[in-house]
């Protein structure tokens, strides 16, 4: 008798915790044995909205899935609904879910279980889980658009973003600071900003896209486990400190690609991406920014497409680079350019437009900052030994402009080392030519 009381009592208990909700309209109330959720309230005919239920003691483990007496649905879970509740510890959503509001489960701190979105969902996800502790794979569902700072500091595992999103915005990233996601994949050609996976430390592959657009700024900035073959899609006209302390190990820039880094203070793009071995640069980029190949040790040739008129990056670090060409249409560059860089022969044609920039005391000398940093350790003048054998060897490559200054002549009120070779140090037999 007492086991088969005992069985009943399990029957009874399973039951209890898989049974129905009950709508009550008239005290606008959802409720499941002991857990009643408030402020539900009635969309149209039988589709049901939960309301406010921030600070309800009543909610641990919320299962929705099993449904609404008397025809009920719940469609729609609104803005801020469970906000910051620190009761609740999971959430199972119910297929006949359309609308997940804004905010609606963000900042709750014990909300520590795997999410599975439904299907059904359509519209946006806003801060829905921002700064709770969901876990799991995510799939998000084709009927959503856009997602704004939605897994924020969450725990999730993995990401597979839906084919219906459009665009992805918020200042803090889609998922910025989850230090648990190892895995990203893009199904559409969604517009996204900045900070999306910034600190993402354990993140490692990522699937774009080919229709993907959008200025990626610090998108994946010390993303410090992120390796592979980057192929940016062609709408991404901007990137900066995008892939910053990684470790891809190539780079393929999209068609649209207009501007790498800033020409202000800021850290590279690609700055300190020690295993990054080939770059492959768009005709049609503009701009290559400060510190763009900074601590790249790995890269052994750039070449710069003669669309770029302004080159900001310093090559200090690049210790492996044995070749460089840049581009006959450049304009402004820094005097810092090859200061640090490991030692090679370089050899020098023309000048730049708008001259050196923040190359200190001498910015018009193109030289100045080499020389006055020590690793100039030898001047060849035009009479000197080894003008007439370099003019010979590479006679597409230089010039020597004495027609327009002459030797000795002045640019901007400094002596003027435009015309000269500069053979810095003598070690090496690599040459980097600005033609």
């Not at 009643?36 to 600070?55: E, P, Y």
């Not at 490692?204 to 486990?225: D, E, L, R, Y």
């Not at 820039?253 to 492959?280: P, Q, V």
């Not at 370099?390 to 901007?412: C, M, N, Q, S, V």
Request: proline share 3%.
């Amino acid at each position: 008798m007492k086991k088969l009381l005992f069985v009943l009592f399990g029957v009874l208990l399973s039951y209890a915790a898989t049974a129905e909700w009950i709508y009550d309209s008239a005290a606008k109330t959802l409720t499941q044995g002991t857990t009643v959720l408030q402020n539900v309230s009635i969309i149209d005919g039988v589709r049901l909205k939960i309301g406010n239920n921030k600070s309800n003691t009543t909610i641990a483990d919320l299962d929705l899935s099993t449904g609404v007496g008397d025809g009920y649905v719940i469609e729609v879970i609104d803005d801020n609904a469970f906000d910051s509740n620190p009761n609740i510890t999971s959430i199972t959503f119910p297929e006949t879910l359309i609308t997940l509001g804004g905010g609606s489960f963000r900042d709750c701190p014990n909300l520590s279980c795997e999410i599975k979105l439904p299907s059904s969902l359509t519209g946006s996800l806003s801060r829905t889980f921002r700064s709770s502790p969901i876990t799991g794979d995510i799939v998000v569902p084709d009927g959503i658009t856009y997602m704004i700072e939605t897994f924020y500091k969450t725990s999730i595992t993995s990401l597979i973003v839906g084919k219906g999103v459009t665009q992805i915005g918020g200042s803090d990233g889609l998922c910025g600071s989850v230090q648990t996601i190892t895995n990203v994949v893009f199904q559409s050609g969604c517009k996204m900003g900045q900070n999306e996976f910034i600190f993402c430390a354990n993140l490692q592959t990522v699937t774009f896209h080919p229709g993907m657009s959008g200025a990626w700024i610090q998108t994946f900035k010390s993303c410090s486990n992120l390796t592979g073959d980057i192929v940016l899609p062609d709408g991404v006209t901007d990137i900066k400190e995008t892939f910053y302390r990684t470790k891809i190990t190539s780079f393929t820039a999209g068609a649209g690609l207009r501007n790498m880094g800033y020409t202000g203070h800021g850290d590279g793009d690609f700055a300190h991406c020690t295993e990054l071995k080939k770059i492959k640069l768009n005709n049609g980029l503009q701009v290559i920014g400060r510190n763009t190949f900074v601590g790249c040790s790995a890269i052994t040739e750039l070449v710069v497409p003669d669309s770029v008129t302004v080159f900001y990056t310093s090559l200090s670090g690049c210790n492996a680079l044995t070749n460089i060409v840049m581009p006959k249409g450049l304009e402004t560059i820094t005097s810092r350019v090859f200061t640090g860089s490991q030692k090679r022969d370089i050899y020098w044609r023309g000048y730049p437009k708008n001259g050196f920039t923040s190359g200190g005391q001498d910015t018009n000398d193109p030289m100045w900052d080499m020389y006055s940093k020590g690793a100039c350790t030898n001047w060849i003048r035009p009479t000197d030994t080894g003008w007439k054998t370099f003019a010979e060897t590479y006679p597409d490559y230089f010039y020597l402009p004495e027609t327009k200054y002459g030797e000795g002549g002045w640019i901007g009120g400094y002596r003027s080392s435009a015309w000269q070779i500069v053979k810095w140090w003598h070690d090496s037999a690599s040459i980097i030519i600005i033609r």
